[in-house]
């Protein structure tokens, strides 16, 4: 409980700060507290949640230069939105239009941009988690379920890289 409270807490100074801009029905947080997601749905949240990813770290780029990890994140997160669109292929479904980059506000400092990193790979790793737990209809295409366990692994490696970096700041 105590984990979660701080989390929101988190999250309401990051919107607050205008650090990224929040949509009620978009990428992980507009799965969040959502149960009984068809396999559409999530397939469409993580996606949004990927595009989201790599247009924040494509911004922060651009506004503070080649930094690392963002610049070495951006391409996981096309590789990640590439397995998603090979998925959404096999099951014979149109993906979203990428959309993302309306949604993206820039970190106002490094520091910020590195709790941006660690927000964004935290929702998307609960998003995940909701998935393969139980926030699915019917259970999950064996592929799906691998597909998504590699996501979330990925998004792990990622946000150890943005506290690493942030933990410069504190």
């Not at 397939?43 to 780029?61: F, G, K, M, T, W």
């Not at 070495?72 to 959404?88: F, G, K, S, V």
């Amino acid at each position: 409980m105590k984990h979660k409270i701080l989390i929101a807490a988190a999250l309401i100074t990051l919107v607050s700060t205008g650090l990224f801009a929040v949509d009620a029905d978009f990428g992980a947080l507009g799965a969040k507290n959502k149960s009984e997601l068809d396999l559409e749905q999530m397939l469409a949240y993580a996606i949004q949640d990927e595009y989201l990813a790599r247009a924040e770290y494509q911004a922060i780029v651009e506004s503070y230069g080649n930094l690392r990890p963002f610049s070495n994140i951006i391409p996981a997160e096309e590789q990640h939105i590439q397995m998603l669109l090979e998925a959404y292929a096999v099951l014979g479904l149109e993906p979203p239009a990428d959309l993302s980059t309306s949604r993206v506000v820039v970190p106002e400092n490094l520091k910020s941009a590195f709790e941006t990193g660690v927000q964004a790979e935290v929702e998307n790793i609960a998003m995940y988690q909701a998935f393969l737990g139980d926030a699915a209809a019917a259970p999950l295409p064996e592929d799906v379920r691998e597909l998504f366990e590699r996501l979330k692994a990925a998004s792990e490696n990622h946000l150890r890289a943005f506290r690493n970096n942030l933990s410069r700041y504190s």
